[in-house]
């Protein structure tokens, strides 16, 4: 079968002929990928930045963001059939901690877990691919569409989870009823994954800003203003003024990935206020920050800052739930996310060229 492979460390991409995987084990299923999603550790992997192959390998098949259909299925699995729609998991436990013991390798302690497509394991950039019953998760084929999104839309889910889990550890005595109804929530950056939390806080009924560094209007500014959401040009507004020109928000989420705006935007966080860190800074340039004008702030206004990666598989199937909500609350607007759709065998173009309109761009194995 063809797949795409890269060799760790290089810019060396291509398709490759590789063996098709079988079911091998009855709790094994076997799916066909119709569509793999590409984002910025994608492009971060074919520029040569992390990446590992599987032991003994010297290329890494790439890919982590997949939708597919079942073909076939082993003796022990029952809750899946052949015909159903559905993604695979990304990461799995390292097999030595309490938290991969219990099914939550997203929380990992050793560090030793591994990522299909990313690190010691090939992802789902093939025709077919094959994994266990445990990382399969359903998509409704009412929304066959957004399928390719479960993943991303997994990453959004968990971070305002568990955002949402420390505010109501603390505050929860004195905000009964729904914490979000009302409140103000900031995206920082507007790409993938924050028009996907957007979504998520607007269908929590929470009031939504984004703020991104591309002109109103153009693309995703326009989506999010479909969500319900206003738009705040980053270029306009300096984060240290937001509170001021703006107001203070009660949930920040963050999806721009650079150290010094995720820093900085603790200036726009309201008393008892939560912010969730998503993007992963590249680099190490070194930045200037009021660092102590920004933590006497999170001391003397009960703030809490987290970060979040990966997911875990309930955190997958309430990314599908959100996605199933936000179907029938903005029909067709999901859809307009995914702004390219390549075939396979020109996949180069999905990985190295990124036009600042894409919000997903996606691969095509089979329609
Ligand atoms: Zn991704
Ligand atoms: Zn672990």
Redesign the pocket.
Known sequence: MKAIALKPGTKQVSLIDTDEPQVGAPDEIRMEVLRVGICGTDREQVEGGRSDAPPGMDRLVIGHEMFGRVVATGDAVSNVKTGDYGIFSVRR?????P??DAGR?DM???G??TERGIKAADGFQSQWVVDREEYFIPVPAEIAALGVLGEPMSVAAKAIDEAMSLQWARLGDFTKGDWMKGRRALVAGIGAIGLLAAVVLRLRGMDVTGMDVVDENSLRPTLLKELGGTYVDGRKVQVMDFDGKVGEVDFIFEAAGIGELQVTLLDALAINGVYVATGIPSGTRPATIAAGELMKQVVLKNQVMVGSVNASIDHFRQGITYLSEASKKWPGLLEKLITRVVPFTDFESSVHNHDVNDIKVVVEWKK
């Open positions: 436990g390292c097999g030595k901690c938290a991969c390798s990992c302690f050793t030793d877990y």
